[in-house]
Every structure is written in C-alpha cells, then in structure tokens.
Nanobody, 126 residues
C-alpha cells in the first residue's frame, strides 16, 4: 500500500506560479499511474492531470491545459505539478492520488484511484 504526502501549496497572486510535490512511500511507485485532483469549497473533486507509470501518457482537464504541467521522477518516488498563470478559480485543496489501473483515463474519475494524500491548499488572489 502506498502512502502519499503533498507539499508546495501556498498563497499567490493571479498570474503567479507554484510547484506542488507529492512523495510516495510504501509501494512500487513506478507501477502506479499518478494524478492530481483538486476540490474547492462546495464543489466536487475534479481531476486536474494524470500521468502514466512510464510517463508516456499525460492528460489534463480543459481548465488547466496549457498552464499546468504534470511530471514524475520515478527514482525519487515523487510526483510534481507545475502551475503557471494561476487564476483565482484555481483556488482549491490539491490532492495527489495513485492507481494501479492502466492506462490512465483522460476522464480521471476519482473512484479509479485507491490511494490519496492529505492535500495541500492553493489560494490565488486577484
């Protein structure tokens, strides 16, 4: 069973950047498809980006495409989310998640992911 710990959240002005990290332990990290989700108050959890175990497949939600980049370092058991050109509507709690399902699906359904971190807060002010 894999444990996930996110970091890197914070407060930033619109147009700024943040880089989130998620360190995995307790499992074979390179065998999991990994994703970032986010959840704003009173909203459903939304899939933001997903990456396959070997990095060959990545998918993004339309709301972040062209602004966010998902990546992973399988030697460091770490997942990243580079967030540029941030907007106030990006404000949310961000979670990393892991699944043994392959290939990852563009739809990024939360139910497909068995393992979750505790989340890191991102706040973007206008």
């Amino acid at each position: 069973q894999v444990q996930l710990v996110e970091s890197g959240g914070g407060s930033v002005q619109a147009g700024g950047s943040l880089r989130l990290s998620c360190v995995a332990s307790g499992g074979v990290y390179s065998s999991y498809s990994m994703a970032w989700f986010r959840q704003a108050p009173a909203k459903e959890r939304e899939g933001v980006a997903v990456i396959s175990p070997g990095k060959s497949l990545t998918y993004y939600s339309d709301s972040v495409k062209g602004r966010f980049t998902i990546s992973r370092d399988n030697m460091k058991n770490t997942l990243y989310l580079q967030m540029d050109s941030l907007k106030p509507e990006d404000t949310a709690m961000y979670y990393c998640a892991a699944t043994t399902r392959y290939p990852p699906k563009p739809a990024m359904a939360a139910a497909d992911f068995a393992y979750w971190g505790q989340g890191t807060q991102v706040t973007v002010s206008s």
